[in-house]
C-alpha cells in the first residue's frame, strides 16, 4: 500500500459513534442516503487488514508515485519543510509519546520542530486545480507556512466552483485567495505567497518562491510526470461537508490523493503536516502513528490512511 511512514495501522476505522451518525443521517436527504449507501459499498472494499511498509508502493501505483515524484528534485524539495525547521537530538526520557520524532539513537530521539507566524483563526480558502503550475506555488508557499487550507477544486469543466470562483472575483483565473479572517481576496499567485507571508509567516518570501519566471516553469515541469492528472472534472457526488485530509504538498503519495479529490470537485481542508508541523503530534496523538495521507469524511464517519485505499474509497463513495 502506498504510504509516506508509520507503523501498522488497521487503514480504516468507523468508530461507534460514527456509525450510529452514519445510520441516523441517513433519513435527512436522498442525495446523502446515496452517498451512505456507497460508503457502506466502499467500507466492504478497503475494510480488511493490511500491513502499511514505509515507502511501499502497489504495482499499478508505481507509475503514478514515480510520476510525482519528479517534484522533489525539480522543486529542490520545496513543500517538504515548514518555516524555520530544525531537527535536534533529545534525550528520549525527555520525548512524550505524544510528540512525533524520526528515530531513536543512542538513547536520544531526532525531534523536529519549526518557527511558525500567526495563526488564523479560519482556513484559507482557496479556489484551485492540481495541474496549474501558478495553484502550484501557492500550495507550495501553504505547506512551508503550515496554513490549514479550504480547497474548493476547480478542475476544467467542474461545475461548481470554477464557475463561483469567476462569480465571486469576476476574472476566469486560477489561483483566487479568500482569507476570512480578514476579508481579503485576491489573484496573482505571487500576490498572495507575499499576503501569506507577510500575514502568516516571517514576511520573506521562500527562496524556490522567489525567482520570478524559473519558479513558474519548475512548478510546471514538475507536474509533467503526472500528465494532467487533477485537472479533468469527474461526475461526482457532492458531500454536505468538505472532507478532511492530512498531508502535505511535496509527498507524492499526498499528491495522487488529493489529485482524486480535486477531480471529483470534492471540497477538503488540507491539513499541511509537512516536517516540523506540529499537526504530525496531533495526528500521532489522535490515531497512535503518524502517516499521511490521512483522510477524513465527516459525511459518512470513514478515517482511513494509504493513498491506494482513499483513491479506491472516494471512487466508490463520490464517483458517479
Request: glycine share 8%; net charge neutral.
Amino acid at each position: 500500500m502506498a504510504s509516506c511512514s508509520g507503523r501498522i495501522p488497521s487503514g480504516l476505522t468507523l468508530s461507534r459513534r460514527s456509525r450510529h451518525r452514519f445510520v441516523a443521517a441517513a433519513s435527512e436527504d436522498d442525495s446523502r442516503v446515496a452517498i451512505q449507501e456507497e460508503a457502506s459499498s466502499a467500507i466492504d472494499v478497503v475494510k480488511k487488514e493490511f500491513q502499511a511498509r514505509r515507502y511501499h508502493v502497489e504495482n499499478d501505483k508505481m507509475f503514478d508515485i514515480l510520476g510525482a515524484s519528479l517534484a522533489v528534485p525539480l522543486r529542490l524539495g520545496t513543500g517538504a519543510l515548514v518555516q524555520g525547521y530544525k531537527a535536534s537530538f533529545v534525550p528520549k526520557e525527555q520525548v512524550p509519546p505524544s510528540q512525533y520524532s524520526l528515530f531513536d539513537f543512542g538513547g536520544q530521539k531526532l525531534v523536529e520542530t519549526a518557527e511558525l507566524g500567526a495563526r488564523p483563526q479560519q482556513p484559507i480558502q482557496i479556489y484551485e486545480f492540481e495541474g496549474c503550475p501558478f495553484c502550484r506555488k501557492v500550495r507550495e508557499a501553504a505547506t512551508i507556512l503550515d496554513l490549514d487550507i479550504l480547497f474548493y477544486p476547480c478542475p476544467k469543466d467542474g461545475p461548481t466552483y470554477r464557475p463561483k470562483a469567476i462569480e465571486l472575483g469576476g476574472k476566469k483565473q486560477f489561483p483566487y485567495m479568500v482569507d476570512p479572517n480578514t476579508d481579503v481576496a485576491m489573484y496573482e499567485s505571487d500576490e498572495i505567497i507575499k499576503y501569506l507571508v507577510d500575514k502568516y509567516g516571517n514576511g520573506k518570501v521562500p527562496f524556490m518562491l522567489s525567482l520570478g519566471f524559473f519558479t513558474t516553469l519548475t512548478a510546471g515541469l514538475a507536474m509533467l510526470g503526472r500528465a494532467g492528472k487533477g485537472s479533468q472534472y469527474v461526475p461526482a457526488r457532492k458531500p454536505d461537508k468538505p472532507l478532511k485530509i492530512w498531508a502535505y504538498e511535496l509527498s507524492p503519495f499526498c499528491k495522487i490523493a488529493r489529485e482524486r479529490l480535486v477531480e471529483l470537485e470534492l471540497p477538503h481542508v488540507y491539513y499541511n503536516a509537512a516536517r516540523g508541523s506540529p499537526k504530525r503530534n496531533y495526528l500521532l496523538e489522535r490515531t497512535g502513528i503518524f502517516q499521511v495521507p490521512f483522510l477524513e469524511d465527516p459525511n459518512t464517519g470513514v478515517e482511513m490512511f494509504e493513498s491506494s485505499e482513499i483513491i479506491k474509497y472516494l471512487n466508490t463513495t463520490y464517483a458517479l
